[in-house]
């Protein structure tokens, strides 16, 4: 929610995606950790430490965040609705200014829209459960449960936190099972930066079709070969299911895994951002509840059966996918509202002509310069042209 506040249109995706990126980091940790910790007699007089030491681990990351929260800048929207007009301008300047724009056009562009809308937010009264009072937010609401719950019964959770078990099921003994779930949660380090590089290219929505389409045809597989060749001595069918837990991440980690945290934050709008995107997640938390507790007494008691309460759910979810989910890239987060029907937006910019694009271009330095920064207007038409460039 924060990365998507404080980015451009242009890069939101893409700064957004630092969410998925720093779960895939951590997971990944997670699994050398274990892989490594596995060497650690269990009679040594250190064997404490093979679950010691991953608890510390887990302190680390939040230090540093602690450590780093002076250096964070509050986010420009919030301070809008702080009365703090000037300091959330300077920061939008400050973290969008680039070499080809000192002037700052794009920034207070963005800017510009910005305050007109929360201008126009500020009439309407947010009132208890306000993310479910009109038909816009109940859209809203139901594609964030939808695809926060669909993406947990992908079964993302149950191959992460129990690929060992599923591995040693399929026949690998020894350390096999953890090499190999740890080299399988690296491998999702690259797909969630390929994401971040390529989703403002190719949208949101494509993505998460093609990966839930991926992801549900991989399980098919790995139902099916499960089905036939568990408690069987065939080498090469049990090996073909190991490559369908491969296949399976392929498609989570390059194209749901980040997408995720992008699509459920922007759909809101900035008044309802935070309500909005904590019911999204309780979804996703709530559904993981579900799979990973039922998972191991499931693989246990109906084994290859239990897929099937994973796939069939996901045939619905990637339909759902396809009906209720527009494609919001491009868009400032304030004129997303627009493609869920809302009535009260206050600026637009997505597919808007050139005219337009110098007028808001004129108007946005008006309204943020009033002469402190020296800027002249009269020559608006050729910063309006370079500005066009740059968005």
């Known amino acids: 929610m924060y990365q998507g506040e404080i980015s451009t249109a242009e890069t939101r995706g893409a700064m957004m995606c630092v969410t998925g990126i720093a779960y895939a980091f951590g997971y990944s940790l997670a699994g050398w950790l274990g892989f490594g910790c596995f060497f650690i007699a269990a009679d040594s007089p250190h064997a404490q430490a093979a679950w010691r030491f991953p608890l510390a681990m887990q302190c680390l990351p939040p230090l540093i965040v602690l450590a780093g929260s002076g250096y964070i800048p509050f986010s420009p929207r919030w301070l809008l609705g702080k009365g703090r007009r000037e300091e959330a301008l300077e920061i939008v300047k400050r973290l969008h200014r680039t070499a080809d724009d000192k002037e700052d056009v794009a920034a207070r562009q963005e800017f510009y829209l910005m305050e007109k809308q929360y201008e126009l937010d500020a009439q309407y009264e947010v009132r208890r459960f306000e993310i479910f009072r009109t038909a816009p937010n109940r859209r809203r609401a139901l594609v964030a449960a939808i695809m926060m719950w669909g993406d947990q019964f992908l079964g993302i959770f149950v191959m992460t936190n129990y690929g060992v078990l599923i591995y040693a099921s399929l026949g690998l003994t020894g350390f096999t099972p953890l090499l190999l779930n740890a080299c399988w949660t690296t491998f999702t380090i690259v797909g969630n930066i390929w994401t971040a590089l390529y989703i403002d290219r190719y949208g949101r929505r494509t993505f998460l079709l093609i990966g839930t389409s991926g992801v549900t045809v991989s399980l098919i597989f790995l139902c099916a070969l499960t089905a036939t060749y568990l408690g069987t001595d065939n ?11 491969w296949f399976f991440i392929l498609w989570w980690c390059f194209f749901v895994d980040a997408t995720q945290y992008v699509y459920v934050s922007e759909i809101w709008p900035n008044h309802l951002r935070s309500q909005g995107t904590a019911f999204g997640l309780a979804f996703f938390y709530l559904a993981s509840e579900i799979t990973l507790v039922a998972a191991p007494v499931a ?9 099937l309460v994973l796939i069939i759910p996901s045939c619905f979810y990637v339909a759902a996918v396809y009906f209720l989910f527009p494609e919001t890239k491009g868009r400032t987060l304030e004129e997303i509202g627009t493609l869920f029907g809302d009535e009260h937006v206050a600026g637009r910019w997505y597919g808007i002509s050139v005219e337009e694009k110098r007028e808001i271009a004129r108007k946005a330095l008006e309204e943020t310069s009033s002469g402190r920064e020296g800027i002249k207007i009269a020559g608006m038409d050729g910063v309006a042209e370079k500005n066009e460039v740059l968005v």
Not at 235 to 245: D, K, M, R, S
Request: no cysteine; proline share 0%.
């Open 299 to 307: 693989l246990n008691k109906i084994g290859w059966k239990f897929y």
């Open 235 to 245: 080498t090469a069918g049990l090996n073909a299911a190991v490559f369908f837990i």
